[in-house]
């Protein structure tokens, strides 16, 4: 096997370039000191149980007229006097009137 070509312009790394930087000093992890009962902060928010039965109250509310806002979009179909393609079921026209294909539109520029 031939050894690998190297231009003449490109040096051998052989060295570290960058200087050694100074590892910095960090505190060993601790695990958290207890404190005591009361805080300044409480993060645990307790409600009263009335607000709490409104609150849910209200999102479930929420949520029901987000489902029949969106069952209300969806299509449904509605049985028609036309038949599919395949002459099986009958179905509504998705346009109001009949089908226009075949007819001829005057168009003046």
């Known amino acids: 096997m031939l050894p690998p070509i190297i231009p003449l312009s490109a040096a051998p790394v ?5 200087p050694v930087k100074p590892t910095p000093d960090i505190k060993p992890v601790v695990p958290t000191q207890p404190s005591s009962g009361e805080s300044a902060i409480d993060l645990k928010q307790q409600r009263d149980p009335q607000e709490q039965a ?3 109250r209200d999102e479930q509310r929420r949520q029901q ?3 029949q806002k969106n069952d209300g979009e969806r299509y449904s179909a509605l ?8 002459n099986t079921v009958p179905v509504a026209p ?3 009137e009949r089908p226009r ?3 001829l539109v005057d168009i003046e520029v």
Not at 14 to 18: A, C, G, H, L
Not at 79 to 86: I, K, S, Y
């Open 54 to 56: 409104l609150l849910l």
């Open 101 to 103: 294909q075949g007819l």
């Open 94 to 96: 998705l346009m109001g």
């Open 65 to 67: 007229q987000r489902r």
């Open 14 to 18: 052989t060295s570290q370039q960058d």
């Open 79 to 86: 049985p028609g006097d036309e038949v599919n393609a395949d």
